[in-house]
Every structure is written in structure tokens, then in C-alpha cells.
């Protein structure tokens, strides 16, 4: 069985709109997008392995300092996502994964328990959710609502 490792772990506070997010760079990203922020991560079994007691230690060191905890990428090991995004539903944080894949490629078990997904792979040209002319996608996966209008002033709805 594969085990999910990671390049970093921070504290994040624009990734997800109006949550304080622990973010892991999942490292061994298929996807290898041109002009990729974080080509850091793509190769295979590098960073440090993320455990179940690690992850718990760190949700608990940041209690009452979070609000949610961001994946940036690890979809394509779902079975080992699954049980992060479950540790974290039962310390009452959010959930959101970025992911170069479109929402139909994510693998379904992992859906429900998300509350914020970021969709789309990344496109020099067309930018990140920050540019008016990204094909990335952020979705509260609660309400089905796109969420790409607060990462870019002229999109913010009045």
C-alpha cells in the first residue's frame, strides 16, 4: 500500500477564502502541469510520510487555530486521503483539496468529505482563481456554489 507524503505543512490563510488552513503539498503529483508552483512535489516517494499520529498531533497543536485543512493534491492515493479528510471531519475542521484534475476525475468517495474543492489544471495563459480567465474551479461542495468570485475583485458579486 502507498503511503501519502508530503514536501510542506503551513498555515495558510488565502488558499481557502475565510478559513485558516493547515495545507499539505502532497508530493507525487501525476499531472506535472507546464509552469507548475509547485514542481517541488512531483517526484514519487519524496518529502516526509504523513501518519495518522502525526496528523492528529498537528490538529491538536493547532486547535481552535484552524478552521480547516487543505490537501494539494494526494487524489490519486484516495484510499490514504480518505482517512485524513475523516480525521479532520471528526476534529470538526473543513475540508478542500486543490486538484489538477477536473471534478469528474476526483475520485467519488472522496467528495463527501469535502466542504471546498479547487478543480482544473493549471494553464499558464488562463492563470490561477486570482484571474478572471482561469478554467480552475473553486466549489463549496456543501452548496454546489462557485467560489472563484472571492480570490478575484472584478468577480465578487455585489
Known amino acids: 500500500m502507498k503511503n501519502l507524503r508530503y514536501r510542506h ?41 504523513l501518519t495518522p499520529e502525526h496528523f492528529s498531533k498537528q490538529l491538536q497543536q493547532y486547535k481552535n487555530l484552524i478552521t480547516c485543512v487543505l490537501f494539494m493534491g494526494g487524489e490519486w492515493l484516495p484510499e490514504q486521503l480518505l482517512t485524513y479528510l475523516q480525521l479532520a471531519q471528526e476534529a470538526d475542521l473543513k475540508t478542500c ?8 476525475q476526483v475520485p467519488a468517495e472522496l467528495l463527501p468529505l469535502l466542504d471546498y474543492l479547487k478543480t482544473g489544471p493549471w494553464i499558464p495563459e488562463r492563470g490561477g482563481l486570482d484571474n478572471p480567465t482561469t478554467n480552475q474551479r473553486f466549489i463549496s461542495q456543501r452548496s454546489g456554489v462557485l467560489l472563484n468570485h472571492l480570490f478575484h475583485p472584478t468577480l465578487r458579486k455585489e
Open 9 to 49: 505543512e503551513e498555515v495558510v490563510w488565502l488558499e481557502v477564502p475565510g478559513e485558516v488552513s493547515l495545507a499539505y503539498h502532497i508530493t507525487g503529483c501525476p499531472l506535472r502541469c507546464k509552469g507548475c508552483h509547485s514542481a517541488d512535489t512531483w517526484k514519487v516517494g519524496s518529502g516526509k510520510l
Open 97 to 104: 483539496l486543490y486538484t489538477g484534475f477536473e471534478k469528474e
